[in-house]
């Protein structure tokens, strides 16, 4: 079992800047891919930024040039920097990983975007 836990979500305006974090605990070993996904109201959830074991990343189009997924192997955790955020940007981000073909997930983070 992996546990994940998010922070960093909160209220900002348009144009402003948010760091989620994702603490990852318990059976971390094996783990091949880890991402942030955002579900927005009313929408289905949806892939916004992945790193892969190698070191490879990918982002969602709506994204690209303002949000950059990394990690900090030593504190067992990801992170999404999202910077020029705009209202579409708002929803629950999610925590991903997946494990020997299993997905875990986190709780979720709010992140709410004001225009």
């Known amino acids: 079992q992996v546990q994940l836990v998010e922070s960093g979500g909160g209220l900002v305006q348009a144009g402003g800047s948010l760091r989620l974090s994702c603490a990852a605990s318990g059976s971390i070993f094996g783990i091949s891919f880890m991402g942030w996904y955002l579900q927005a109201p009313g929408k289905q959830r949806e892939l916004v930024a992945g790193?892969?074991?190698?070191?490879?990343?990918n982002y969602a189009d709506s994204v690209k040039g303002r949000f950059t997924i990394s990690r900090d192997n030593a504190k067992n955790t990801l992170y999404l920097q999202m910077n020029s955020l705009k209202p579409e940007d708002t929803g629950v981000y999610y925590c991903?990983?997946?494990?020997?073909?299993?997905?875990?997930w986190g709780k979720g983070a709010l992140v709410t975007v004001s225009s």
């Open positions: 991903n990983t997946q494990r020997y073909g299993v997905n875990f």
């Open positions: 790193l892969s074991r190698s070191g490879s990343t």
